[in-house]
């Protein structure tokens, strides 16, 4: 027989593992061009392109801390900026997205299901293409 402690335990993980299965699983629907269930790098260097024009307001072909609004921390904008310059053109944007995809990839299969976005190397990715 379950315990209330345990049943209350259990209801608490599903609502608080709830939200970050639905964002991963919403984000596999609307980034799976192909609809095979799973995100591949190209499609998640699409949808990241296409957003870094969107992040782009003044069109100067790079991305500032401002307009990057929270997606990296100053550190990792330093540690992805190989130029110095401050700023990230869309191939240093969409290496961070690859190193990023690499990462939450670990059975190097090289798709993202729901789980693996579900991870912290998935949520990282996520936060680049949000």
């Known amino acids: 027989m379950i315990s209330r402690r345990s049943a209350a335990l259990a209801l608490m993980f599903t609502v ?4 970050a299965w639905s964002a991963s ?17 190209a499609e998640v260097k699409k949808a990241a392109a296409a957003l870094f024009a969107r992040l782009d307001p ?20 330093a540690a992805a900026d190989p130029d110095h310059d401050g700023t990230l053109t ?7 997205v ?7 990839n670990p ?6 299901d729901a789980k693996e976005l579900n991870s912290r190397a998935g949520r990282a990715l996520l936060r680049l293409l949000r």
């Open 98 to 104: 690859e190193q990023r995809f690499n990462a939450a």
């Open 58 to 77: 003044d069109h100067d072909g790079t991305l500032d801390v401002r307009e990057l609004r929270g997606r990296l921390s100053a550190k990792e904008l």
């Open 16 to 19: 608080l593992s709830g939200p």
């Open 25 to 41: 699983g919403s984000a596999v629907k609307m980034l799976d061009t192909d609809n095979d269930g799973t995100l591949d790098l």
């Open 107 to 112: 059975d190097k299969d090289g798709t993202l």
């Open 90 to 96: 869309l191939d240093e944007y969409l290496a961070v």
